[in-house]
């Protein structure tokens, strides 16, 4: 039997497609898996199962998952702020895909890179003059 070109073949003769190599599941890390899964259950008994999927804006999904990141970096304790920023991050993802009329935010950048170097060059300045919180 010859090999295909979309077909791999292991050392052991076995013969399989090469159609899961775009995806690697095997590398999502286990155990921040197993945290955003508790942040999926308590979701579920605060909010409903599956309440997320009546639609929520992306605008809202970016919000949340920013707030739960500041939350982290000033150290609160009281919930699993990374756990519940990657949800809405991936909730995100979802909506743009399945409900892209929740895509609602309400600007974008025509040049993000003159952004990007407009915000290193005040960052710069910030720290020259020895005020971070500029």
């Known amino acids: 039997m010859s090999v295909q070109a979309d077909m791999m073949q292991f050392a052991t003769g076995a013969v399989r497609g090469r159609d899961a190599e775009a995806e690697r599941w095997d590398l999502i890390p286990a155990l921040g898996l197993m945290r955003l899964a508790r942040t999926c259950a308590e979701g579920a008994a605060k909010y409903g199962v599956g309440n997320w999927l009546r639609g929520i804006p992306v605008s809202d999904l970016v ?3 920013i707030r739960h990141l500041y939350l982290y970096l000033a150290g609160d304790k009281t919930e699993d702020h990374l756990a519940h920023a990657a949800w809405n991050l991936l909730a995100a993802c979802h909506m743009e895909l399945v409900q892209p ?4 935010i309400i600007w974008q950048w025509p040049d993000p890179a003159a ?4 915000i290193r060059h005040l960052a710069a300045d910030s720290l020259e003059e020895g005020n971070p919180g500029r």
């Open 115 to 118: 952004v990007l170097d407009q």
């Open 101 to 104: 009329d929740m895509r609602d």
């Open 63 to 65: 919000n949340h998952a």
